[in-house]
């Protein structure tokens, strides 16, 4: 993983706009204070590993992937704005409104998810327009209303209500498991996978991020912030429903073992070069951060 | 120019999603508030216009000029915002977070952002993907970094500081120059159009675009809210720096005009079917709303 990371980090550092004495400097800077910073890149390594399964050129796998986590980090940067989640700190660090100010942090976001889209449609991420397009559509179905910006509404909204575990998980799928899914999706589809292999990957790309987001919430109702890079005890102090909150600890991390046993068998029918996806699946669930 | 209104407003409302119970239909709701309010609905006509120059297929032309009008909407809503430019009124109508909430007005922009790229990677946007592809390019750079954030976040910054006309003409370039020029330019994509042509169009666009734009701030400095639909005299009230401001009312009337006549001489080139977008030009300058 810490090989991809480094990828991806090479990659964000090459394409992100430079500050040089432009009138708009601020938001260059801001761009790449919320990129740069260090992450697991679990969405790259995802879209990368992927990829190598069907033996794409990993120049092309690892630019889809660096759009990828540029979505993921505009939606961080938005997220945590003090009229949505109200968070101060991510990845360790003052999270980009307490860095900078909010409205740069909206425009930041706004600038990273454009861009996004814009790499993708680049002939560098593929030579094939079949394949750049595909992209940009799967990205865009994951990040909009019916991927990322419809799970955070519907988790706004959560807060003033009580919610269901039904209700828990589709939120979840959208705010979390879309842009897993689609991660996965983004190598299938550099790969040229057959309608079958994108399935089997897709399933499996949705548990592991329900996986994820349950532990998340376990790290968040039980972890340290030196642990995370974030705040924690948010969720219960916002009165927030997760399905920790919904179904209780114990039952939280069964739930979460479960979900990676079964995505486990969804790539069963992969040869040995998915052992890191096989890894990642088992990752999710035992991590401390 | 009314017609081609029409037509955009009937394609948004078939495009946006509609509210039917689900969880977060208030986003559904704010999408549509924001999207199919009577506007003027420039770009869109600039797009639909330039395509028909080539005899392209209006379905084309009109979901692309559609998806134009989302970014266009969705770049009103985040400028809109009280850490922005705190407008209250937008199109004779309480502004998105007025209507809703700030939270709410800030996912509706990302909502309406990603989705225009969605629709324009849809092959009822173009059978050719290469079409789709640049279209996407072109969108996405006129509203990212290098286009609408960038001008937003330099047009902040200059409420800070004194900025001269140079500087101000390249803030809006940026933040209203890109989308006129992408909009006649996805056209003349869509009809793949020669280079030349592509250029006559987009020098004609850029032209158009700060045409309006110094009408707009002579507008803000000399109209009434019940004209514009929107609250007047608050660049001056801001302190912010204009071409108004810059080179007085007189000189900005003359200059809008110089621009206008410019722009007519660079579609020369075409025949009596450009007659709507000389139209348009002198639109532009003479317009009280």
Redesign the interface.
């Known amino acids: 993983m810490q090989e991809v990371a480094d990828l991806i980090h090479h990659k964000l550092d090459e394409l992100l ?1 430079t500050p040089d004495g432009f ?2 400097d ?3 800077e801001a ?1 790449r204070y919320s990129t740069l910073s260090p992450g697991k890149r679990i969405r790259p390594f995802m879209c990368v590993t992927t990829a190598s399964l069907f033996g794409v050129n990993s120049d092309y796998s690892t630019q889809a992937a660096a759009a990828i986590e540029l979505v993921h980090a505009y939606s961080l940067i ?1 997220d945590d ?1 003090p ?2 989640d109200d968070d101060d700190f991510r990845r360790g660090q003052p999270s980009c409104h307490k860095k900078y ?4 942090a ?2 930041t ?3 990273l ?3 996004a ?2 790499i ?3 002939d560098s991420t593929h030579l094939d ?2 394949v ?3 992209l ?2 799967v990205v ?2 994951a ?4 991927g990322l ?2 799970g ?3 988790d ?3 807060e003033r209500k009580d ?1 269901d575990y039904t ?1 828990i998980v ?2 979840q799928r959208l705010k979390t498991g879309a842009l897993f899914v689609t991660s996965c999706d983004a190598g299938a589809i550099l790969g040229k996978a057959s309608k079958n292999m994108r399935n089997a990957l897709r399933a499996y790309a949705n548990n592991v991020g329900l996986a994820f987001q349950i532990t998340d919430d376990l790290l968040d109702a039980e972890g340290t912030r030196e642990d995370t890079g974030k705040e924690v005890g948010k969720d219960a102090k916002a009165g927030k429903a997760t399905l920790v909150s919904s179904i209780g600890v114990d039952k939280a991390r069964e739930q979460a073992q479960i979900l990676a046993s079964q995505a486990l068998d969804h790539i069963k029918i992969f040869d040995r070069r998915a052992e890191p996806l096989r890894d990642l699946a088992k990752f999710v669930v035992q991590r401390h951060s």
């Open positions: 706009p009138q708009e601020r938001l260059f761009m938005h704005l009229v949505m100010d909010e409205a740069t909206i425009l976001g706004d600038a998810l454009t861009y889209f814009e993708l449609s680049m327009p079949h750049r397009v595909e940009v559509r865009a179905r990040s909009g209303f019916s910006v419809g955070q509404m519907i706004l909204l959560a919610v209700e589709r939120l």
